[in-house]
């Protein structure tokens, strides 16, 4: 997908689902209901959850199903929705097989400038998304895509999600968009990770759900490509980034006005 920024008309598309796969069940339904979202709206939603959450702040976290059953799920939620399927990896050797079931491979944000990690990535052929980290300037992304490109690699999204700002918090720069945007590939408003508190709670991340809608009518006004956000059917008893996840049933309510923004703005 080449960068649509200085289009009249970018078309959006939206990155939704749980943070981490917790069970069969609530994926498939999630999905389903993303699904018909993305049906009655006419727009593009790509699923996200992750199989296995490694950078967790205490070691008691839940994590996830792990590879082998979170891919049979992820694929699962593939064929029964017909929505491509993104997720992450954590470590260089999980790429080969991630790359069989998802369309597009994430990069976490604190793993950004891991060589070995974005080279397997690239290996795979897939799309590949990297979230640019908490500590980097949106400038600096220049030199992770760089070790993509230099792979031969040419299918790159990059997602803003919140640059430190002091400690436990979070702020968005919105010029990072048409700095990243320069690479020439799409560039992603990640609303909910940037109203993160990051271990705010002492053994886990806090978070400012009511910022999400701000951060993404901002995000589609200003032209970013596509808005990431962590959708949960009940976020108080999420097992990973709960604060900051945004309703599934205030998702199709949400989508619709950020639709009508991107048109109103781009007319």
């Not at 069970?23 to 979202?37: D, K, M, N, P, V």
């Not at 699962?76 to 470590?91: F, P, Q, W, Y």
């Not at 999600?161 to 918090?169: A, I, L, M, V």
Request: charged share 20%; hydrophobic share 45%.
């Amino acid at each position: 997908m080449k960068n649509n920024f200085l289009n009249s008309k970018p078309e959006p598309f939206f990155i939704l689902g749980p943070c981490v796969l917790e069970s069969r069940e609530l994926a498939l339904s999630t999905a389903g209901q993303l699904a018909e979202i993305a049906a009655d709206l006419e727009t593009t939603v790509f699923f996200k959850s992750s199989f296995d959450k490694a950078n967790r702040s205490s070691k008691d976290s839940f994590r996830g199903p792990g590879l082998e059953l979170g891919l049979k799920w992820l694929e699962e939620v593939k064929n029964s929705t017909g929505l491509s399927v993104v997720t992450d990896i954590h470590l260089p050797e999980q790429a080969a097989a991630v790359a069989e079931v998802v369309d597009v491979i994430q990069i976490p944000a604190l793993l950004c400038r891991q060589t070995d990690l974005l080279l397997a990535a690239a290996g795979t052929g897939k799309i590949v998304n990297i979230k640019k980290g908490q500590f980097m300037a949106p400038w600096d992304m220049n030199r992770a895509v760089d070790k993509l490109v230099s792979a031969g690699h040419k299918d790159v999204w990059l997602t803003e999600r919140g640059t430190t700002f002091g400690y436990n918090n979070l702020v968005v720069d919105f010029k990072s968009l048409p700095v990243m945007a320069r690479t020439g590939f799409q560039v992603i408003l990640d609303a909910t990770h940037s109203v993160q508190l990051p271990g705010a709670l002492g053994s886990c991340s806090g978070g400012e759900r009511e910022y999400v809608p701000v951060l993404a009518r901002a995000g589609m006004a200003a032209g970013f490509n596509g808005i990431f956000m962590e959708i949960h059917p009940d976020p108080e008893r999420a097992l990973c980034d709960g604060p900051n996840s945004w309703p599934l049933i205030q998702t199709r309510s949400l989508l619709e006005v950020l639709l009508r923004i991107r048109r109103a703005a781009y007319a």
